[in-house]
Structures are given as structure tokens and as C-alpha cells.
């Protein structure tokens, strides 16, 4: 099956500064890439997403990068602010049809914005 | 925020208890899942649901059942086989199963053992 792997565990970045997640995934057949941000003691919430078909994309502050041929992708969080504190998980797709049954997560990381 | 409901926030589980866990939506989403969340492991899929009367088994199911009666709710027991239940359940719903959909997650419930 799908195999995610997310670093680092934790980021520490100064506020303002820009902070960057990186994902691997195995399954070359993968073809939809969500990120989710958890607050502490809140809910996931989706914050991008990214197909296959794209490269790039961004929303705001933030922007998902994804290079199919290295089985990787990236989230970039730019100008950061103390409400970026969080824990994001990447996820790919591999379900056959597509779909959220076929949603692998990474184990998360832990950023935090230093003031 | 409403959408999707969990209850209890905390949960206590003896020895040999079964215990159910709550999952309620009014988002009329056909899709329901059932995810576990361990310190540092991520999320893992215990069981999902596209449609009622039907569920799936996901990456984690040993120890645990479910059922799926109304489309609004999808109730998670865990039952006594399950030796390691300490955990953070979440439950999801999504628009479909069958299209990479925005997952919508509930607050969840913390189970422990007593």
C-alpha cells in the first residue's frame, strides 16, 4: 500500500520567517495530495490540496508544490504569524477510483512560530 | 461550529467494556469515516461508510465495529478485543467516497482506560 513520510517532526521558525514541509509518497499511482492543519485541541481542517495534473498552487500565504517524478510534495508557508502554530498533515490518494478511503496521512508536523 | 457532532469529549473504558462513540452529521454527506490519532503516528482509518447499511474496513479494524442505520449517524464501538484503545478518535464525513473530497472532521473523543 501508500507509504507517506513527513518532515521534519517539528519546525521551529521566528515569525515572518517562511517555514516549508516536505512529503514523499511511494505509490507512483497517487494522484491527489490534501494538507490539513489541526490547531491544539481543535479539529483538522483542509488548508490545500493539490492533483496531479498541477504543479504548484497557492492560496494567500501558503502554496503546495508537487514534483510527480521524485514522489514528492511540499507545503510553503510564507510571512508566518503566530496563528500558523499547528500540527499539518499530508496526505496522499491511492484509492482505487480515487476517493478518501484511499487517503494515506503523515505522521504530522509540529510548527511552531516563534515571536 | 456545528456540521459534525462527536460525543463524549472523554471517555473511560474498564477492562472487558465495550464502549460506543458517537458520530453525528447534518452536512447530508453520503460518506462517514473513522479515523484513530496516536501521538506522532498520524491519522490511521479504522472503518468508512459511502452509503448507509454498507462499511468498509480500513487499515486498522481489528477490535472495533460500526454501523451505519441513518446517513446522519455512524456510531464507532470499541470493543474489549481492542488491547491497545488509549487513543484520539476522530470521525469524518465527505461528500462522496468515489472523488478525492474535503474531508470534514468532527472534534473528537478522547478514549483512555481506566
Known amino acids: 500500500g501508500e507509504n507517506v513520510e513527513q518532515h521534519p517532526s517539528t519546525l521551529s521558525v521566528q515569525e515572518g520567517d517562511s517555514a516549508v514541509i516536505k512529503c514523499t509518497y511511494s505509490?507512483?499511482?497517487?494522484?491527489?495530495f490534501p494538507w490539513y492543519k489541526q490547531e491544539l485541541g481543535k479539529r483538522p481542517q483542509l488548508i490545500i490540496d493539490?492533483?496531479?495534473?498541477?504543479g504548484e498552487k497557492k492560496d494567500q500565504r501558503i502554496a503546495v508544490t508537487l514534483n510527480k517524478t521524485a514522489k514528492h510534495f511540499s507545503l510553503h508557508i510564507t510571512e508566518t504569524q503566530p496563528e500558523d502554530s499547528a500540527v499539518y498533515f499530508c496526505a496522499a490518494s491511492h484509492g482505487s477510483g480515487g476517493g478518501a478511503d484511499g487517503l494515506t496521512f503523515g505522521k504530522g508536523t509540529h510548527l511552531i512560530i516563534q515571536p | 461550529d456545528g456540521g459534525i457532532t462527536q460525543s463524549p469529549k472523554y471517555l473511560f473504558r474498564k477492562e472487558g467494556q465495550n464502549v460506543t462513540l458517537s458520530c453525528e452529521q447534518n452536512l447530508n454527506h453520503d460518506a462517514m469515516y473513522w479515523y484513530r490519532q496516536d501521538p506522532g503516528q498520524g491519522l490511521r482509518l479504522i472503518y468508512y461508510?459511502?452509503?448507509?447499511?454498507?462499511?468498509q474496513k480500513g487499515d486498522i479494524a481489528e477490535g472495533y465495529s460500526v454501523s451505519r442505520e441513518k446517513k446522519e449517524s455512524f456510531p464507532l464501538t470499541v470493543t474489549s478485543a481492542q488491547k491497545n484503545p488509549t487513543a484520539f478518535y476522530l470521525c469524518a464525513s465527505s461528500i462522496s467516497v468515489t472523488l478525492e473530497e474535503k474531508l470534514f472532521f468532527g472534534s473528537g473523543t478522547q478514549l483512555s482506560v481506566l
Open positions: 493539490i492533483r496531479s495534473n498541477v
Open positions: 505509490d507512483s499511482a497517487s494522484n491527489y
Open positions: 461508510s459511502q452509503i448507509v447499511n454498507d462499511f
